[in-house]
């Protein structure tokens, strides 16, 4: 044994649960009944783990380089004590920022490219995302109001919680950017009264939202458009406004645009809540370790993150005002386990559906990265590496006697009573 696997062992030793390694030449490092058991093919990935560079591990264990057996929570338990440091670190010299900003303007140069990197993800399979999700197919952060909640709850919880925060009443306009299949869009109309408009740049989303508009009789008061948002028409505007998971695909140097086209969108007066994953640095765009890396390049292509401080900075140039900011960081880590463990539990059956529907792409690979990035993003969400912070604002409509409160100038009673009564 080489002083590098030496070095190797010791470290696995030390994890909190216990790790084999199967290497290349047929050695065996640790024991019989490991937790977590890494079966190498090459050299290389070998070396990578030594590293500690998480998301390169991950993205051989999806091409079929490194064989992992283990549940997923036992992974991430070892993966938080492999990684070389901080994964929030970051380097904040010019010429990173140049670069980074160069990379965000060409990724989503242009709605077809967005639209093609929506697609990417939503697209997979329909069946494949209803196997772990809840059966609203919520696909974001729940809220586990009572810590007793299934995920379902949670996820009308959550619901409930956008659309009292933003105080819809019957037949306000409301628009839903980013509408994914359809749940909080519903939501709103069935429970609040709301004329709802949502849009989305997936094919498989419209289509479902579609149909359940038409099987719920909601057809003249709630629609779905394959839409993106910068091509929404600013003439009638909305009384209410929610961007939920979308403003991730947004990317860095298209956030002025982004918050300049809700303030366009929404009535003076208005409240507009933007929902979404969040930096746990403040100057990184994405995690270290070759984490974000592997994000891009399997899950979410063109995907970017801010941290809060940013978004709050952009929002406010754009001529919104701040008016609540809540960090719902350990209700993601929680959803995001129960959709790893939901997704764990039906493995075989995932495998089955991403076969007969992922187009062309390989389905072996598709389930591998969505088994790691589930439990990798509650593992981040956990740590304190990723955070989502639902902001509430307004476009301030220039009255001193609107609203409740000499100087509100909007609807906001500048009080939390109507959220949680």
């Avoid at 216990?18 to 024991?31: K, N, S």
């Avoid at 009443?169 to 709103?188: C, K, M, S, V």
């Avoid at 600013?234 to 979308?246: H, N, P």
Wanted: charged share 20%; hydrophobic share 40%.
């Amino acid at each position: 044994m080489d002083a590098s696997v030496r070095q190797l062992a010791s470290r696995l030793s030390a994890l909190p649960v216990p790790v084999a390694l199967c290497l290349p030449g047929g050695q065996r490092i640790g024991g019989a009944h490991a937790s977590v058991v890494l079966t190498f093919r090459q050299w290389s990935s070998v070396a990578v783990l030594a590293a500690g560079q998480i998301g390169r591990l991950a993205e051989d264990i999806v091409e079929g380089r490194v064989v992992l057996e283990g549940s997923m929570r036992d992974v991430m338990s070892a993966a938080t004590q492999l990684l070389p440091g901080n994964p929030v670190g970051s380097d904040t010299g010019w010429w990173t920022q140049m670069l980074r900003r160069a990379r965000s303007l060409a990724a989503h140069a242009t709605p077809q490219k967005d639209a093609e990197q929506v697609q990417f993800h939503y697209d997979v399979s329909d069946d494949f995302y209803a196997l772990w999700l809840d059966p609203r197919r919520v696909y974001s952060c729940a809220y586990f109001r009572d810590g007793g909640m299934s995920l379902a709850q949670a996820q009308e919880s959550k619901l409930d919680h956008i659309c009292r925060k933003l105080m819809l009443r019957p037949g306000e306009r409301f628009l839903d950017i980013g509408a994914g299949w359809g749940g909080l869009l519903l939501w709103a109309a069935e429970h609040y009264g709301v004329d709802a408009t949502g849009i989305t740049l997936s094919r498989n989303q419209h289509a479902h939202v579609t149909r359940l508009i038409a099987q719920r009789a909601l057809a003249g008061r709630v629609r779905m458009e394959l839409r993106n948002y910068r091509e929404l028409d600013e003439e009638q505007g909305y009384d209410k406004i929610a961007s939920v998971g979308m403003f991730e695909h947004v990317g860095q140097a298209n956030m002025p645009l982004y918050f300049a086209k809700i303030q366009r969108l929404l009535k003076p007066g208005g409240l507009a809540m933007n929902h979404g994953i969040t930096a746990g640095g403040v100057s990184n765009h994405q995690l270290g370790a070759g984490m974000g890396d592997f994000i891009d390049k399997y899950i979410f292509p063109g995907g970017e993150l801010l941290h809060v401080s940013q978004v709050l900075r952009e929002l406010a140039l754009a001529g919104l005002e701040m008016l609540d900011t809540e960090n719902l960081r350990p209700h993601y880590a929680r959803t995001l386990w129960a959709w790893s463990d939901a997704l764990e539990a039906r493995l075989d059956q995932a495998r089955q559906v991403l076969e007969t529907t992922a187009s062309a792409r390989d389905a072996g690979k598709v389930l591998r990265a969505y088994r790691l990035y589930l439990a990798g993003c509650a593992m981040s969400f956990e740590q304190g590496w990723l955070a989502l912070h639902q902001v509430l604002a307004s476009r301030p409509d220039g009255r001193m006697e609107s609203g409740s409160l000499q100087g509100a100038q909007s609807a906001y009673p500048f009080t939390r009573d109507h959220v949680y009564r």
